[in-house]
């Protein structure tokens, strides 16, 4: 009866280890699908679109940078445009391969349908400045070409934003997950518990009951045997076939505990597993951490080289005022010297051409002066519109390194569940291992008896008490041994005895 229902707790261990490693493996395999999920989609996506995003705006800067610019400095600015464009093109379309949703999709031809409209209308933009058409060109650059980039920009921001959201939901059904997998482990840890814990008591009286028994029948009576050693020869075949069987089910039951010590072992090893799996992910969400910090970072130094840009344009500015107020001066001077000289008369003549000549070069300074202007402040509005759209990315990127915030919180969490379940795993295993020795240690016991018998079995069978206490052992031994362990031989029936 004991020995079944060691049997059915050894099963039910079993089962439950099993279940436990099919859980754990199926939870992890659901994390580590939402963490490649995280990363090839959400953080490549982003990835993708910040750098087409960049190049964006270094083809915008280009426009008015080439107005600013002439001879070997616009050969350059020209040079950089088709590298720029692959730039573009090429992060779009490996954002494109990726899994996008109806949304997105829908975005993406939007983008398609605004650069090129954006890309077809630049070319007409250089071809007026090389004409030196430059009030034309500004013109033009405001009504053809930043319509189409604008709409550009905003199809970048829409789809970052999608990014962000889809991202968030991931983490969100991931950390679901890994809170629904920390409840089953540890429900499932704790039933293996209880049950290791009732089959080691179970193992336990089994063996200390029976071998104690055994013990004292065989202490009493070996005076007895010593003296009686020639008339004891039935008796002590009987015990030495009697210890045979209860050391073959002692070899049995060792086997079935080195099985459940195996168990054990593997259900440590399928937690240790588990915990360098949990600390990969933590690792992995670290490192989003950082290169969320440097891209923060990037952005950070381009806001500020904006800044840089609109303090020289108001530089720039103060100096076109005093070029204003000086020409100004030069053509009342010029005025004042063109009256002086014809109140002088032919010999003031030549030096009124000198001050009409100056007259018209202080308004040709003065008319340049108020077109640079103008394209100063247009620098201006549009590093204004710059350092925005930078302040809302920094305010992506601040959301973006929250949520991976959270995520590696969560990562910490399980991590620290997962440990607590190892701890307990390896004190299966070191309970069972215990369990494993006792056995061992009985049946080196039971080895022992065995020897005394085979040392007595020369005696003879005249001693009737010792040979029934012999076989009162041998009967219990039998039932201790089970229904399946062979019968005891009876002794043989004596002259005297019949």
């Not at 964006?56 to 008015?64: M, Q, S, T």
């Not at 007409?124 to 030196?132: A, H, N, P, T």
């Not at 089953?184 to 179970?202: N, P």
């Not at 303090?311 to 005093?322: E, N, V």
Request: with cysteine.
């Amino acid at each position: 009866m004991l020995r079944g229902r060691a049997g059915a707790l050894l099963l039910s261990m079993v089962l439950v280890a099993m279940v436990v490693s099919a859980a754990g493996w199926w939870y992890i395999r659901g994390l580590s699908r939402h963490i490649e999920a995280l990363s090839t989609e959400n953080l490549q996506g982003a990835t993708y679109l910040s750098n087409a995003e960049r190049g964006l705006w270094e083809l915008r800067f280009a426009l008015p940078n080439y107005a600013l610019s002439e001879g070997m400095t616009r050969e350059q600015i020209t040079a950089s445009h088709k590298p720029l464009i692959d730039q573009v093109n090429r992060n779009m379309a490996a954002f494109s391969a990726l899994p996008v949703s109806d949304e997105e999709r829908s975005l993406l031809a939007e983008w398609n349908r605004a650069f090129g409209d954006y890309l077809r209308s630049r070319p007409r933009y250089f071809q007026l400045l090389d004409e030196g058409k430059t009030e034309e060109a500004v013109v033009y650059r405001s009504t053809k070409t930043n319509p189409p980039a604008a709409a550009a920009v905003r199809v970048l921001a829409s789809l970052i934003e999608a990014q962000r959201a889809r991202g968030s939901a991931r983490a969100q059904q991931a950390e679901g997950e890994a809170a629904a997998a920390t409840r089953a482990t540890l429900g499932l840890a704790g039933a293996a518990l209880v049950l290791g814990f009732l089959l080691s008591r179970a193992i336990s009286g089994l063996v200390a009951t029976q071998v104690s028994f055994a013990m004292r029948v065989v202490e009493s009576s070996s005076s007895e045997l010593e003296a009686s050693a020639a008339k004891q020869l039935g008796g002590a075949r009987e015990l030495t076939a009697a210890t045979s069987t209860v050391s073959e089910s002692l070899r049995e039951l060792l086997g079935s505990a080195r099985h459940i010590d195996e168990a054990a072992r593997n259900v440590a090893a399928m937690a240790e597993e588990t915990r360098q799996s949990a600390k990969s992910g933590d690792l992995l969400i670290k490192r989003a951490q950082e290169g969320l910090a440097g891209m923060r970072s990037k952005v950070e130094d381009s806001a500020r080289r904006i800044s840089e840009l609109g303090d020289k344009s108001q530089q720039i500015g103060s100096i076109l005022a005093l070029i204003n107020e000086l020409s100004e001066q030069t053509n009342i001077l010029a005025i004042n010297a063109a009256v002086e000289a014809a109140g002088a008369g032919d010999a003031g003549r030549r030096f009124g051409v000198v001050a009409s000549e100056i007259r018209r070069l202080a308004d040709r300074v003065g008319g340049s002066a108020r077109q640079v202007r103008g394209i100063v402040e247009e620098i201006r509005t549009s590093a204004a519109g710059m350092v925005a759209a930078t302040e809302n990315g920094l305010k992506v990127a601040d959301a973006n390194a929250r949520q991976v915030g959270e995520a590696l919180k969560s990562f910490e969490a399980i991590n620290e569940q997962v440990e607590s379940t190892t701890i307990a795993a390896k004190e299966i295993e070191a309970l069972t291992q215990a369990q494993t020795e006792a056995v061992e240690m009985a049946g080196e016991m039971m080895g022992n008896i065995s020897l005394t018998a085979q040392i007595t079995e020369a005696s003879s069978q005249e001693t009737l008490r010792t040979c029934e206490q012999l076989g009162q052992l041998s009967r219990r031994l039998g039932v201790f041994a089970g229904p399946e362990a062979p019968a005891v031989a009876q002794p043989p029936t004596t002259p005297a005895q019949a």
